[in-house]
């Protein structure tokens, strides 16, 4: 007996070296920069329960799949100085150092007040396209809104027009798991990104595709927080599935920066597909898609694609130089201790911070983890608006300057692990037009009330902050 109990010890030892070995080895050789609370918990999982915490890191542990092996090419900003206000210049040359593409000019900018208004967009796109419609979604529902949009889709594919649908592999089966088989026998092209359960790529079951786009024609843009379910936008009003509406930000417009934004769909779309390469027209659209009118916006693109953490990037920084107010709806805030310094120290430099949330989201351990960061915003000088309704909007405004807005939560999963998707509105008309948007909802909500927590309290917000890397 003391043998065999010899040996299992020999074994969990042996066990735990080979499981550092492997952290350390993967996080150094792919670059996989962490949070500190990820990698204490990834260390002390692989300590104390080796037999679990390995198998959950090979499956959950990859954060990056592309590594920064050089920096981005430099590039000179396509528009003249005199063009472009301060935090405009400065979230470009940023931006272009990171590797993203110049802004572009848009028109026609729609933003949606509310469900029925996204509603009648999305059908005012998808029924207008006469060539191509290109969509990608984190989740469809199996409800009565999943069930129009995908009727609407298959009656443009049998019309002659080329339909493709990106879905996450995850979302998927979040959303009741559409007919994928009917659609394709209309005609549709669908194509499950990153599949838990049959691809080959690195960190498949945990690096989500969580960027919302429709295009139609490669001109006309449907964007913003919206999944293609019921609840983001009128609800289902029939007994057995009845869903409340949520609140959430969706806009549409045309011009060059559809081109932006298509190109990230080909490269989306290519990758799903296990393909290496985006086409050449395809890049050369992107390419050719910089304009110097008034009225100019950029794609933002972040995820394990890029080699930086582009959107929280922009953000921290955009935090620190800001000069009037900071002006954010989310439904989930989870920041990293950056993110949160940057957003505390502005508030305590006399910058207005307002934050936008719902007094309860969808998730739960979210709503748990949010308070301690909550607190610490508060003491800054910052203020916490609560609405009674599920909140699901994302967007960050700066000043009177900047606005960031598309489907990146204030958390570190959409921060630092997910493929998201924001456009950068320079144009100060527009971004004028998304804070009233958003302080018309500030209208509704309460303020948020600090309760100080016990010491039981505190150590339970404390252990879950250590997993909150992956809400």
């Not at 989500?208 to 429709?214: E, G, L």
């Not at 843009?221 to 019921?230: D, E, S, T, V, Y």
Request: proline letters at 5%.
């Amino acid at each position: 007996m003391d043998f065999i109990w010899a040996n299992w010890q020999v074994l969990d030892v042996l066990l735990v070296m080979v499981g550092l070995t492997i952290y350390a080895s993967v996080s150094r050789t792919l670059n996989q920069r962490r949070h500190p609370s990820a990698a204490i918990a990834w260390v002390l999982g692989i300590l104390l329960v080796p037999y679990l915490a390995l198998p959950l890191y090979l499956a959950f542990g990859s954060r990056k799949v592309a590594a920064l092996r050089k920096p981005p090419k430099a590039h000179a900003i396509s528009i003249p100085a005199a063009t472009g206000h301060p935090t405009m210049l400065r979230s470009l040359q940023l931006g272009a150092a990171m590797g993203l593409p110049d802004p572009a000019s848009y028109d026609s900018l729609n933003i949606h007040a509310d469900g029925s208004s996204a509603l009648n967009g999305l059908r005012r796109l998808i029924s207008g396209a006469t060539s191509s419609l290109d969509i990608s979604t984190f989740l469809i529902g199996r409800d009565v809104l999943g069930g129009e949009i995908l009727r609407l889709l298959e009656r443009r594919a049998r019309a002659g027009v080329r339909v493709r649908l990106l879905i996450d592999g995850i979302g998927i089966y979040l959303g009741g798991y559409p007919n994928l088989r009917k659609l394709s026998k209309a005609g549709i092209e669908v194509v499950r990104f990153v599949p838990p359960f049959s691809s080959s790529k690195r960190g498949r079951t945990n690096l989500r595709n969580h960027r919302k786009m429709v295009i139609a024609d490669g001109k006309y843009l449907w964007c913003g927080g919206r999944n293609l379910a019921a609840e983001y936008f009128e609800g289902d009003p029939r007994p057995i599935f009845r869903r409340t509406p949520w609140i959430d930000l969706s806009f549409d417009l045309s011009g060059e920066l559809v081109a932006q934004v298509y190109g990230q769909f080909e490269r989306d779309w290519a990758f799903a597909n296990e393909r290496e390469e985006t086409p050449a027209s395809v890049d050369a659209a992107v390419r050719g898609a910089a304009g110097a009118t008034p009225a100019l916006a950029q794609l933002i693109d972040s995820g394990p694609d890029r080699a930086d953490d582009t959107i929280f990037t922009l953000l921290v920084s955009a935090c620190f130089t800001s000069r009037q107010r900071i002006l954010a709806v989310t439904p989930y805030f989870v920041p990293d201790s950056s993110l949160l310094m940057a957003l505390t120290l502005a508030a305590r430099r006399g910058i207005e911070v307002d934050l936008v949330m719902p007094e309860r989201s969808n998730h739960k351990l979210a709503d748990f983890a949010r308070h301690r960061a909550l607190r610490d915003m508060i003491l800054a000088g910052a203020r916490v608006w609560l609405h009674p309704r599920m909140v699901h909007a994302k967007a960050i405004l700066i000043d009177d300057e900047l606005a960031l807005v598309g489907s990146a939560n204030l958390d570190g999963r959409s921060l630092f692990l997910n493929y998201e998707m924001m456009i950068a509105f320079y144009d100060q008309s527009a971004v004028m037009d998304f804070a009233r948007w958003v302080e018309s909802l500030r209208g509704g909500c309460k303020p948020y009330s600090c309760r100080w927590p016990g010491r039981a309290w505190a150590l339970a917000e404390g252990l879950l902050l250590w997993v909150a890397f992956q809400l």
